[in-house]
């Protein structure tokens, strides 16, 4: 069995990991008192979880909007002949082993009210809160920034080698070039473009740092409100951080199975 | 038609061309310039552009917060996942591409996994097991960064071990080389950019780590991340935060200007070769 | 280093009860001779000579080397090289430590390897590109230094794999020129896989046919193109004219005529096909003095510099035949023209007719097969013979490329 060393500690950790998350959100795992199956941390986080859910949906889908967005355009421009191709494809390379700790830690440096854009712009008195302010503008820059330099790896390497020659064919037949976006190359980066997004979609979910170091204070991303209870002093507050991680969980692979059965469609994926 | 795309037709495309390459080039570079001006400033107050005052004050602030043991914590960590997960992806993409495992999707989707569950979640539930089995800290963190590695080992390498010729094998058996020989001058020669580009995404999770070490380490493992979140959350202490982050890119630059220069050398760095084929393979490790 | 190859009934099964890849195959290959195994895909030509290398373990018979069982032996050690249809030079090494290779595995230091393999690589004249990467090469520059690497291992036996196949024509012909020179100077054993008939005929001393796993015939190089067996291997061979008739006395009798056959030829009397190479057939004026039969051009095609012709003869009695032919380059000839043939009788042959719809193979070459045998009855049991006549029937001296004399260019 050559896939034992890789799938057994895969399957051990999320297993276990899973289940016990389940089980102690049900309470039958607390710290204190006696086992008893019972919904009533889900109950009790109710409207917590529930704002938490719309802000990290949110949150998600803007920086995975603006990642693809972002991430399709630079890989267009790095795949065709374009001039400074090279230079752009160094940086859209740059984010790529920044670790998302250190990207949001510079995005704090550049986007909070005595960060750099603020000086730049000189009147600090009416720069909006984007870090820790009620809108996530942070957030979703910090993430935007890391995941559109993945999105554009993901999409230029799919396309570097078949894009130009399609288009060339598309061409010969008298396409223009809307007709040869259109035809050729929108079909052939739709599936790595869906892809990419949707692991960034998922990724951003469920990271805690970026979404704690600049996100807003009230209400709370899940990742940010499931750990906060889970280092409460107040031990019976733990089944509810449990509850919440669960409910992540569940919304990160829902939002998988959606993608791979959207992707099964498309015919050119794999 | 071989460029494809072509600004000048219209008034005005070439302006505007440059303008969304340039916006572009903007927003990959930019957010890093705060991390350049704070980590050489001295005294920088609020309404000023630049620094009043350049130094190295961040340097030894971040020194004496304890950065030179940190580091060297995450690099090991890094090191230690890296060398657990390139192997046990390599045995688990070779039986893959070549056919050698029963219900071959279901554990492809299973080895994928952790990239659709959310650490936290998993870390918090597998919290208490580890505690009540006992199990230290390190070990348990480097459990879950080398899961949380392997769906990208696996990846690289089952592609790279699809594209992989056993034909090379059999033409060396045939000049003489035996199994072990084949081993060690041809099969790991041939896969030693996918297994570098692995080894490095490896790295990369246990490098930048924050939440795992942070919930099974209780705060007791002090990794690099945990040193720059600390910094970062407090007020004030933005030279250090600058100074730790921008530390926390060498590691990883390091490696791929290694990985970049090793390729240049093994293919093509000597005798008279052509530009392109000496770009190729440093393209390839680059976008790895 | 040069040794006799011999293989004893070699099988090999597919899986799942399919008909075997290979099935008991017979063959000689003298010291330092080139025999070339000739047949379309999925005849099992690759599979011979993958078993002959050690790639594939033989689910029958036996592979001798100077008459040693080497069987048991894995590939490394029977002193057998390969070189496939795709150079796979190691990318990672360059040019002269690719050649090197084997002395390095041999234990040699990387100093003293790439020492001895200098010579291989000036012998295919590659000596300027030693530090030169595999993909710095043309197709045609790899394909040599992977010879060369081949060489260096100093084989007892070579393998070529379609190893020419894969380069544009006039490679090619460079490439079979290089074989010539490297035959002449280490005098290599050489078996060669190709499907390509011509490269047979240009390389080699001897051709194997195979079709479906079994050998149709093997003969000398010079003599198999104008004595094919069978109409299959004729087919194999290139060969384009069949002519139906019967033989009566050393004399075969069809639309064309009576032709006189020569007199190796030992076909029993009855119904019999002639054979005869479309490049023998020599075309003439209607009238000219010694053609054998008149006909009408009903087409011209170019083939290369010379021209393809097809020519229907009709007979007194009114039976129409068409034959192929095909001309010098300085000829020309218009569809409806009336011309003559000429078919050199050293060049034709007769067999027996094939039934229709069977594929059954013929064993044995014509020249050592039993002349009184009855031609139907015995394609019927064939299988039961699968010995008779697979020895090689020129073990002498090599005579390659002397059957252009016989193709009458």
């Known amino acids: 069995m050559l896939v034992a060393p890789a799938l057994v500690p895969t399957v051990a950790v999320l297993v276990a990991g899973l289940a016990a998350a389940l089980a102690q959100s049900l309470g039958l795992v607390p710290l204190v008192g006696r086992p008893e199956l019972s919904a009533q941390a889900y109950l009790d986080v109710r409207p917590d979880l529930l704002t938490a859910t719309g802000l990290s949906l949110g949150i998600a ?23 400074g191709r090279r230079l752009l494809r160094f940086a859209s390379a740059v984010p790529i082993p920044v670790p998302h700790l250190v990207g949001a830690a510079s995005m704090g440096l550049l986007l909070s009210d005595s960060g750099l854009l603020a000086r730049l712009v000189g009147d600090q008195g009416s720069w909006p809160a984007l870090v820790h302010g009620p809108w996530p503008v942070a957030v979703v820059a910090a993430y935007a920034w890391k995941e559109s330099a993945f999105v554009a790896l993901v999409v230029a390497g799919a396309l570097a080698t078949r894009v130009a020659s399609y288009e060339e064919t598309a061409a010969v037949l008298g396409a223009g070039r809307w007709a040869r976006f259109r035809f050729v190359t929108w079909p052939l980066v739709t599936p790595p473009l869906a892809a990419a997004t949707a692991i960034t ?43 919440v991680a669960v409910v992540t969980a569940a919304l990160a692979l829902a939002a998988t199975v959606a993608t791979l059965a959207a992707l099964r469609r498309t015919a050119t994926w794999r | 038609m071989t460029g494809g795309r072509r600004a000048g037709g219209q008034p005005g495309g070439r302006a505007g061309a440059v303008l969304v390459r340039g916006s572009l080039l903007l927003w990959f570079l930019l957010p890093l310039v705060p991390l350049v001006l704070w980590a050489a400033a001295e005294r920088w107050s609020a309404p000023a552009v630049l620094p009043q005052r350049w130094g190295t004050a961040g340097w030894s602030a971040a020194a004496e917060a304890g950065a030179a043991p940190a580091f060297a914590r995450s690099l090991l960590l890094g090191a230690a996942v890296a060398a657990i997960a390139t192997p046990a992806g390599a045995l688990a993409a070779r039986a893959l591409a070549h056919g050698l495992v029963h219900r071959s999707r279901l554990v492809s989707a299973l080895l994928l996994a952790p990239v659709a569950l959310p650490p936290f979640a998993v870390v918090m539930g597998l919290n208490v097991l580890l505690l009540r089995a006992r199990v230290p800290a390190l070990v348990g963190v480097v459990a879950v960064l080398v899961v949380a590695a392997l769906p990208y080992t696996t990846y690289v390498l089952r592609v790279a071990y699809a594209g992989y010729d056993t034909s090379y094998e059999e033409e060396a058996r045939l000049l003489g080389a035996t199994p072990r020989a084949v081993w060690w001058r041809v099969r790991l020669p041939l896969l030693a950019p996918a297994l570098a580009g692995a080894a490095f995404l490896a790295f990369l999770v246990g490098w930048s780590d924050y939440i795992v070490t942070v919930l099974i380490g209780g705060g007791r493992l002090v990794t690099y991340p945990l040193l720059i979140a600390s910094a970062a959350s407090g007020v004030g202490n933005e030279a250090v935060v600058a100074v730790l982050s921008l530390t926390s890119l060498l590691p990883p630059l390091a490696l791929l200007l290694l990985a970049g220069a090793s390729g240049l050398r093994g293919r093509g760095g000597r005798g008279r070769p052509s530009p392109a084929a000496a770009a190729a393979p440093a393209r390839e490790v680059v976008v790895r | 280093m040069t040794a006799a190859l011999a293989v004893r009934n070699l099988g090999r099964d597919h899986g799942g009860g399919q008909a075997p890849a290979l099935d008991g195959l017979n063959l000689d290959v003298p010291a330092g001779s080139c025999l070339a195994l000739v047949g379309p895909s999925g005849s099992g030509k690759t599979t011979a000579l993958r078993l002959v290398a050690g790639l594939e373990v033989p689910d029958r018979g036996d592979v001798l080397l100077d008459g040693r069982s080497v069987v048991a032996l894995p590939p490394e050690r029977r002193g057998v090289s390969m070189v496939f249809q795709r150079p796979l030079l190691f990318p990672h090494l360059d040019v002269l430590d690719n050649v090197a290779f084997s002395a390095r595995v041999a234990g040699a230091s990387r100093r003293a390897a790439r020492a001895a393999a200098a010579p291989f690589l000036d012998l295919v004249q590659m000596g300027g590109y030693t530090t030169r990467r595999p993909g710095q090469l043309s197709g045609g520059q790899e394909q040599r230094v992977a010879l060369a690497r081949a060489l260096a291992a100093r084989p007892r036996v070579l393998l070529l794999d379609e190893a020419f196949t894969g380069l544009d024509v006039a490679l090619r012909e460079d490439m079979h020129e290089l074989l010539h020179q490297l035959r002449a100077v280490l005098e290599p054993t050489v078996v060669l896989v190709t499907h390509d008939h011509a490269e047979a005929a240009a390389l080699a001393d001897s051709v194997a046919v195979l079709s479906g796993g079994r050998l149709l015939q093997h003969g000398d190089a010079g003599r198999i193109y104008t004595r094919p067996a069978s109409v299959t291997v004729s087919r194999l061979l290139g060969g384009r004219n069949e002519v139906p008739g019967v033989v009566v006395g050393g004399e075969h009798r069809s639309a064309l005529g009576r032709l006189r056959l020569p007199t190796d030829v030992a076909v029993p009397d009855g119904p019999a096909v002639l054979l005869v190479r479309q490049e023998a057939v020599v075309v003439t004026g209607p009238d000219a003095p010694g053609a054998d039969a008149a006909g009408t051009v009903l087409a011209v095609r170019a083939a290369g510099a010379r021209r393809a012709l097809t020519v229907e003869v009709v007979s007194p009695g009114g039976a129409a035949v068409q034959v192929h032919a095909e001309t010098s380059p300085g000829q020309v000839f218009t569809r409806g023209e009336r011309v003559g043939l000429r078919l050199p009788s050293s060049a034709v042959s007769a067999v027996p007719p094939e039934d229709a719809g069977t594929e059954e193979p013929e064993i044995a070459d014509r020249r050592t097969a039993d002349a009184g045998r009855m031609p139907r009855t015995h394609r019927v049991a064939s299988p039961a013979v699968p010995d008779a006549g697979v020895r090689p029937d020129a073990p002498g001296a090599p005579r390659r490329r002397n059957h252009h004399g016989d193709h009458g260019t």
């Open chain 1, 61 to 83: 889908a803007a920086s995975s909007a603006l990642a693809a967005g972002v991430g399709l355009l630079t890989a267009l421009l790095v795949v065709r002949g374009a001039a």
């Open chain 1, 201 to 243: 979609f998922v990724y951003t979910l469920g990271s805690y740092e970026v979404a704690w170091l600049l996100g807003p204070v009230h209400p709370e991303p899940l990742p940010v409100l499931a750990q906060r209870l889970f280092t409460s002093p107040d031990l019976t507050a733990r089944p509810q951080a449990l509850a």
